[in-house]
């Protein structure tokens, strides 16, 4: 059964740096998606993307993310300058398009970890 | 700004008994709600979703159900199983307007099905 892939599992980071999580969505969906759940609260939505366009994207997602689908297969979320608070679970996930119905599929999840 | 609520973080029944969660939202034009299951450092799982013109669908053992006068909804699992322990979410989504259908999500509620 196909699914969604993240990379790396964990990954740690100090205060400032740049990271890049990767994502494989499944590979006929159309939608993607980016969530984060910091430890003891909600998934709380990111971003989505459309055609090769952010088409919705929430107050965290600041000037300091950004995303990319940069070969048809990988979606990656980067965040420029890691903050303490951006230590959290990340979710990747797709879907199909609407005559397939609405649900979103996710990946396993990346735990960032910013010191 | 809780959208959706799931007002109880956790919940016992015993093996082969019903289990009810409870959901409510707020925003009357969400058109779609799904559940999901999530274990521990995992990406959640799809369970079952229904359409705001629907008020039941069944899978197997699950069932949701929607009142959307109440704008509340019910996930059944029966009979429930020990391997069904997990948190339960509860999500919706607006999928017309130009609205991607990014998932507002509740807080989860710890389902603990004892032998």
């Known amino acids: 059964e196909p699914e969604v892939t993240q990379t790396p599992s964990h990954q740690v980071t100090q205060m400032g740096q740049e990271v890049i999580l990767r994502c494989v969505p499944i590979?006929?969906?159309?939608?993607f998606y980016w969530y984060r759940q910091i430890l003891g609260q909600k998934v709380e939505f990111l971003v989505s993307f459309y055609n090769n366009e952010i088409s919705e994207k929430s107050e965290i997602f600041d000037d300091q993310f950004s995303v990319e689908r940069p070969d048809g297969s990988n979606f990656t979320l980067k965040i420029r300058s890691t903050k303490l608070e951006d230590s959290a679970m990340y979710f990747c996930a797709s879907r199909n398009g609407p005559l397939a119905g609405y649900e979103q599929y996710f990946g396993p999840g990346t735990r960032l970890t910013v010191t | 700004d809780q959208q959706v609520k799931q007002n109880s973080p956790s919940l016992s029944v015993q093996e082969g008994r019903i289990s009810i969660l409870n959901c409510d939202y707020t925003?009357?034009?969400?058109?779609?709600f799904l559940w999901y299951k999530k274990y521990p450092a995992e990406g959640p799982t799809f369970l079952i979703s229904i359409s705001s013109i629907k008020d039941k669908n069944e899978d197997g053992r699950f069932t949701v159900f929607l009142n959307k006068s109440a704008k509340h909804l019910s996930l059944h699992i029966v009979p429930s199983q020990p391997g069904d322990s997990a948190v339960y979410f509860c999500a919706a989504s607006l999928n017309y307007g130009g609205s991607q259908g990014n998932l507002i999500f509740g807080k989860g509620t710890k389902l603990s099905v004892k032998p």
């Open positions: 925003n009357s034009m969400f058109d779609y």
């Open positions: 590979s006929n969906h159309l939608y």
